[in-house]
Structures are given as C-alpha cells and as structure tokens.
C-alpha cells in the first residue's frame, strides 16, 4: 500500500505541475502581459477568451477577398489587410490584439520600428513560424537566431556581394533571353507564371549550378507547402496536432521528404566534382564550409545547407517573380513610364544584352522598381517577440510579446509619404530612398538593420536585367481580362495572375 500511496501522489503531484504551467501559459501570462499594455494606455480590440481575434480576422479577410478594385486604385489595404486598417482607425498607429491566446502589438511608427528592427543586442527575435513554415523555407536565415544566424550569415554573406553579383548579370541575362526567345510569337501571355519559372531558373543557375528544369521538383514541392502554410494560417490547433497522421500532416512530410532527396541530389553532384573545386557561388561555399577542417564558426552541417537551399531557392525566386510581376502591371498602367524606361533602356543599353555597368546607370528604372516595391512590397508584415522587458519608446514592453510591423500599412501612409502615398510615382526616389519620405527609413520592402535582406543587391540587380530585356524587345498593356485582385498568399501576389499583350518591337 505504501509503495501504491507514494506512486499515486507522486502521478498526482506531476499531474498538478502540468495543469498549472497550462495555467500559466495559457492563461495567467497573456493576461498580465496584455494587462501591462493596457495600463499604458495601449487599447485595442478584446476579441475572444480562446481564440482571440482570429476569428473576427478570418471573416474580415474572407468578406474582401473576392473584392475586385479599380486597376488604376493602388490602395488595397482593406482588401489585403482590412482589420488592420479598422483598428488604426479605431485605436491608432499603436494597438493591442490577440491571435488565440497570444497577445500581440502592433506598431506602425518608422521610429518604433526602427528600433526594433535596428537592435543589435538581441531584444527582439523573429516570431515562432511554425512547423508548416520551416518545412517551406527551412531553418536558415530568415528562420535562425543569435550564434546560428551570425554563422550562416558569415557563410552565406560572401555570395553576395556587389563583385560577385556582377559576374552573375550574364547568367540573368541568359536565363532571361531564353524565356524571352519563347514569347515572340505569343500574343497574349499570363506573365506571372513566366516570371516565376524565369527567377526560379536565374537563382537555380547562379547560387545553385543547376537550372530551372533540374531543380523544378523543388519549387513544385515548396509550391504546394506554400498553400499548407497559407490554409494553416489563424487556425487554433493543439500543438500535438502537428504530429498525428492527418491527411495533410502525411502530405507534407512526403513534400518534404521529397524536397529532401532533391536538395541532396543537386549536392551530391556538386560532390562528386569537388576535384575541381566546390565553385564560388553559394553552394559552393556553404559546401566548402560543410567539408572545412577550419575553425567551427564558419562551420556548417549537411542539414543547415539543406535548410539554406529551402530559403535560398524560395525566397531567391519567389519575392523577386513578384516584384517584376507588379513593375509590369504599373508600367502596363502608366504607358508613358513605360517610354521613359525604354529610352532610357536604349539609351544605355541599346539592343545590346546589358552588363552590370549599364545596369547601374539606368537611373528612371531604379527609382520605378523601389516605387514598385513601396506600393506592392512582396512581404505585407514582419513580426519580431521581445526576449526580455524591453523600453520600446514611451512603452515597456514584457519579455514575449509578440511585435507586428506592418509594412503595407506604413508603406502607404499619407503621413510618412505625403498626400500622393496611394499613388504611382517614382520621382519621390529622385533623390534615393532615405529621402523619399519624411522618415529616412520608411522604405522596408528588404527589412532594415543586421537581419536585413542579404540578397537585396542580387534582386535588384536580377529584376532591372530582365526589365531591361523585355523593355529592348516589347511594348505591353493589359489585358481586358486583367481583374485587379492584389492578395496575400505569403507574397503579395495578383489573386487571378497578370495576362499581359506582348507587341514585338521593330529590330
């Protein structure tokens, strides 16, 4: 009896310790950090005790989706992001909302964020993403924190740099001419998914030494984790949820399984002509720090270059298919932009395929595709959760709250841009980026501070090389099917794609 009696208090002591740290972090912690907020005057909406906002969020989201808008109206917020806009008008630039159990602040003030963004000494890490998340972009940099990031990123950095994008414009160039050779006789052409299947073969070739065809398992697979991770989105499910065979848990471990084997192909024929080097792209040298014998800080496993490749091959495509995406519908819709570019194009350039030197004197384009990425920045928020209590302006705010910057919001705001913010107009660049607005860093298309976008060169550079060769060989307008419908599916993207009418012009 004794030994039953000890057992059955000892199961009842751990069954009590459980049900109080559920309490605990379920319960009592979200509370008194929202509590916090409140008694500093943060408001913001209640929402429910279990889940939240997510629900009011959901329907908000559901209501707009299908809202078709003016094609010359730039101002989708409210079809995009439309609780955001209901609460800032209801609560300001600064509120307090809750998704489930987790409350979270909101901050739209370029002076907060930038400080957030801007902290060097680790207040502020990037949000959980999830398990659906780090199967699509893998545990590399965007997902990583503190020792890991610094690492990756002393790996990764090098393959970036403005010497070593210059010697990768040719590569574009080539990609570029080749989908551009396919469309001479095509009238009418949905040119998102060219564009895709264009950016996908440019980073498969530049960073990866294959090409679009030998790597095209991988973006079919992280294609399709990308609508999981969509679907998954505000929906409040047991954590242990994650592990049971559901018919899409099976599904996406196939994908990755499958994403799996393709990433170790295209790395073990890099292996297998290592004699000759690994190579000075960006497999070559995550591969030349896998196999060092140098010292450990540069050091990196077969896993974490399998997990740079996901966010390589995602993000190296993805944002920048979208960005020359929407810089193809403004200048569809803005006919004399269009001319300007060409001319300047020709100018520099002539028939010729552009080099980087040409490249980098095409001042109209730079100044069209950062209002491109002001008004149809491909990422509409970032998220950060403060790892300590941290003073954020007039505001203390508790260790693990989670911090939402809307960059969408702030991109269009007539009190950071002016009166003219839903608008298309480049010449607020005239005089570079940290003079565009009245805040020097409201520009947060790549993010700002040490996690900014490390390949922000590279993708300004690919999208202007292929602006550039579509300006040398067609005029466009927009098809009459065109329904402008912008929508967040992780990217800002056209919910019904872009079909565009190509007109060959006179060699």
Known sequence: ??????????????????????????????????????????????????????????????????????INSHDYLNKVVPHYVKWISQYGGTFLYSVGRKPRLCISDPDLVKQVLSNKFGF??????????????GNGLVLTEGEQWARHRR???????????????????????????????????EIGTMLKELTADIISNTAFGSSYSAGKEVFFAQYELQMIVLASFLKLELPIKKYLPTEINKRRWMLEKKLRETLMGIIE?????????????????????CMSEKQEEIN????????????????????????????????????EWQQKLREEVLSECGKEIPDSNKISKLKWMTMVVFETLRLYSPVSLIGRTTCKDTKLGNL?????????????????????????ANEFNPLRFENGVSKAAKHPNAM??????????????????????????????????ISTDYKHMPADMITLQPQKGLPIILRPLKA
């Open 124 to 137: 502020y890490m990037k949000l959980d993403s999830g398990t659906e998340v780090a199967a699509l972009l």
């Open 155 to 189: 790996v990764v950095s090098p393959a970036f740099t403005m010497d070593r994008i210059k010697t990768m414009t040719r590569t574009m160039a080539d990609c570029a001419k080749s989908m551009l050779d396919k469309l001479h006789n095509k009238k009418e052409v």
């Open 396 to 420: 203390m705010i508790p260790k693990g709250m989670d911090i939402i910057i809307p960059i969408a919001i702030i991109h269009h705001s007539k009190e950071v841009w002016g009166p003219d």
């Open 300 to 335: 990196m496993s077969m896993d974490e270059i399998i997990d740079e490749c996901k966010t390589f091959f995602f993000a190296g495509h993805e944002t920048t298919s979208h960005l020359l995406t929407w810089t193809m519908f403004l200048l569809s819709t803005h006919q």
């Open 1 to 70: 009896m004794g030994y039953l009696e000890l057992l059955f208090g000892t199961l009842t002591v751990a069954f009590l310790a459980l049900v109080w740290n559920f309490l605990v972090s379920f319960a009592l912690t979200p509370y008194f950090k929202a509590k916090r907020m409140r008694e500093q005057g943060v408001r913001g909406p209640k929402g429910s005790f279990w889940s939240g906002c997510a629900e009011e969020i959901s329907h908000m989201k559901a209501a707009s989706r299908e809202m078709v808008m003016d």
């Open 269 to 289: 024929k890099r292996l297998a002509s290592k004699e000759a080097g690994y190579g000075n792209d960006l497999l070559g040298l995550m591969m030349e720090a």
């Open 444 to 477: 947060m298309a790549f993010s700002i501070g040490p996690r900014a976008c490390v390949g922000q060169s590279f993708a300004l550079m690919e999208a202007k090389t292929v602006l550039c060769m579509i300006l040398q060989r067609f005029s466009f307008t």
